[in-house]
């Protein structure tokens, strides 16, 4: 396992015990020229998971899009930012159609889940790939473990499978595992099949095939002392090989 790589300035105090794990992000703000349909992103920043973070670029720019451990401490500074450029706004963006949970973001479509932590920033000092999330192969898809590997016990701990509708208008569905409370070096194991079929999840009331489901992204959330866990990776991210859909 990488060490903790500090970007602390000289007489700099170590780090507060702050312990926050999500994937790494850049988000910003979208804006538009009136009647263009190019979408520009200003104000860019980093967040893990939801969170924005106060941190140095060097600390986190390398591990985009990858689970990270952060040190530091939960702050209401919000991070430095340039401002959108005059004639760009919001406001002149095309309104695409999309789901209510659907966010356009720098690099990807994001999505709201409703159990993003209560913080309004962290400040982070440190920063080391988080190993205890793994996906192992199983006879009925994949078989998830999340390890707490924080050394502090967590409560409220969810081990999600998300999947996406195939087909159609596009909905969603979950699988679920969750602990009370999970001590440092317990784990919480899900067995997720790749794909949910009609004959898998009842009746299909419409008789289409959009009723067919795919494994998407596994969540995990859970909180501890001075610590929250809030990870929202892509399935492939984790190596999992979600086969197509059937036609």
């Known amino acids: 396992m990488l060490g903790f790589l500090y970007a602390l300035s000289a007489g700099a105090t170590p780090p507060p015990p702050h312990t926050l794990v999500g994937v790494i992000e850049r988000h910003g703000t979208k804006a538009c020229k009136p009647g263009a349909w190019d979408i520009e992103f200003h104000a860019q920043h980093w967040q893990a998971g939801w969170v924005d973070l106060v941190v ?103 081990l999600q499978a998300h999947y996406e509708g195939c087909y159609g208008k596009p909905g969603s569905q979950r699988r679920k595992a969750t602990a009370k409370s999970l001590a440092p070096g317990e784990s919480l194991t899900l067995e997720a099949p790749l794909l949910l079929l009609e004959d898998e999840k009842g009746p299909d009331r419409k008789g289409g095939r959009s009723h067919n489901y795919a494994l998407a992204a596994i969540l995990v959330s859970a909180v501890g002392p001075s610590t929250w866990v809030t990870i929202d990776i892509g399935a492939s991210r984790l190596g999992i090989q979600v086969p197509d859909c059937p036609r």
Do not use: W
């Open 56 to 158: 140095d670029d060097a600390l986190v720019a390398d591990h985009k899009g990858q689970i990270m451990e952060l040190s530091g401490a939960r702050t209401t500074e919000r991070p430095v930012t340039e401002p959108i450029p005059d004639g760009l706004s919001p406001d002149n963006c095309p309104i695409p159609q999309m789901r209510s949970d659907m966010v356009e973001s720098v690099d990807r479509m994001r999505y709201r889940r409703g159990d993003e932590p209560d913080l309004p920033a962290f400040k982070a000092f440190g920063a080391k790939p988080f190993e205890g999330l793994v996906a192992e192969p199983s006879k009925d898809g994949t078989k998830l473990v999340f390890r707490n590997t924080l050394g502090v016990t967590l409560e409220d701990v969810a």
